[in-house]
């Protein structure tokens, strides 16, 4: 693990793993754009890509919150939309890393 923070109403909510078996992901966003999207979880019967002011269900913590270009603004944290985790938080914490 790289880093680990739970404050969800305060958007530090997130934990960082590192693998050398994953070798693409998610573009980040730099643009600072809105969130538009989550990408959801299709186990849980819900649709894989959903707006991202609809109110989450348990199990979809952690879920990469898009902008209209696919590229991640955040990560999904609480069923409220209103409260998630900045995705410049998060790399912030991979940059004192490298």
Same mark, same amino acid.
């Given at each position: 693990m790289i880093a680990y923070d739970i404050d969800s109403i305060a958007g530090n909510d997130y934990a960082?793993?590192?693998s050398d078996k994953v070798k *693409?992901? #998610?573009e980040l966003d730099f643009e600072n754009d809105d *969130?538009?999207?989550v990408i959801g979880c299709?186990? #849980?019967n819900i649709n894989i890509i959903k707006d991202s002011d609809t109110s989450n269900i348990v199990g979809e913590s952690g879920s990469p919150i898009i902008d209209t270009e696919g590229e991640v603004t955040?990560?999904?944290t609480t069923n409220? *939309?209103?409260y998630y985790t900045d995705i410049s938080n998060v790399e912030l914490e991979i940059d004192k890393t490298k």
């Open positions: 960082i793993f590192y *693409s992901g #998610l *969130s538009a999207f299709e186990k #849980l955040g990560v999904s409220n *939309s209103l």
